[in-house]
């Protein structure tokens, strides 16, 4: 369905204030930043911010909800033979060759990491992040394989995946810290995430395989 003229002013209003906080954040720190702040520099009111972002924490981690559907997306995508951890695992490698944004792999994003690093908010709203990630994925592999609430296997099967992702994220934002160039830390990556596979087990690596029908 075609985005009608309001959405799209909505959706374009919602963007240039986040992007506009986001600079702010990175600018002044976190916590130094109010709402008020962001929206005399957006030119809205302070209500108007809070109806489209209810914490501040959510217009700094304002695409949060791509990243908690990312690995469930993947999962729900993958080939015919191909199981979960490898769907997952063909991700990764797949953004990491591309070094892709989404990974980190991009200037500036030591700057990213310094805000979170020096805003308890943000570190408590990233932990909280990752347990979605972690539950959504759990969700959809219950799903996929129509495992029973007692099966304890969809849990652990979604913590070993995102032991996987968490593992990898941690490597790249500690090397783009240091002012790294995203391509060298590309190829250390795909190296790091061979490393990784040989340390799951093939009932992990097995788990959830797609039927050819």
């Given at each position: 369905m075609a985005e009608g003229l309001r959405e799209r002013k909505k959706r374009e209003t919602r963007q240039r204030?986040?992007?506009?906080?986001?600079?702010?954040?990175?600018?002044?720190?976190?916590?130094?930043?109010?709402?008020?702040?962001?929206?005399?520099?957006?030119?809205?009111?302070?209500?108007?911010?809070?109806?489209?972002?209810?914490?501040?924490e959510d217009l700094f981690f304002d695409r949060s909800q791509g990243v908690v559907d990312r690995l469930?997306?993947?999962?729900?995508?993958?080939?015919?033979?191909?199981?979960?951890a490898g769907a997952v695992l063909?991700?990764?490698?797949?953004?990491?060759?591309?070094?892709?944004?989404?990974?980190?792999l991009v200037e500036g994003y030591d700057r990213f990491m310094r805000c979170i690093e020096e805003a308890?908010?943000?570190?408590?709203?990233?932990?909280?992040?990752?347990?979605?990630?972690?539950?959504?994925?759990?969700?959809?592999?219950?799903?996929?394989?129509?495992?029973?609430?007692?099966?304890?296997?969809?849990?652990l099967i979604a913590g070993?995946?995102?032991w996987v992702h968490g593992t990898v994220f941690v490597a790249i934002g500690r090397e783009m810290t240091k002012g790294r160039n995203p391509d060298e830390v590309?190829?250390?990556?795909?190296?790091?995430l061979d490393d990784i596979e040989e340390l799951l087990s093939r009932k992990v690596l097995n788990y959830a395989v797609r039927g050819a029908g």
């Open positions: 204030i986040s992007d506009i906080a986001t600079g702010l954040f990175l600018e002044h720190g976190f916590v130094t930043v109010t709402i008020a702040d962001v929206a005399e520099a957006a030119d809205v009111s302070v209500n108007t911010v809070y109806n489209y972002f209810p914490a501040k469930s997306r993947w999962v729900r995508g993958r080939d015919a033979g191909e199981s979960a063909r991700e990764l490698r797949a953004e990491i060759e591309a070094v892709s944004p989404r990974m980190g308890p908010p943000l570190r408590s709203r990233l932990w909280s992040i990752q347990q979605e990630v972690q539950d959504n994925l759990e969700a959809t592999l219950r799903e996929e394989t129509d495992a029973g609430d007692a099966d304890p296997l969809p849990r070993q995946i995102c590309s190829r250390e990556m795909l190296v790091l």
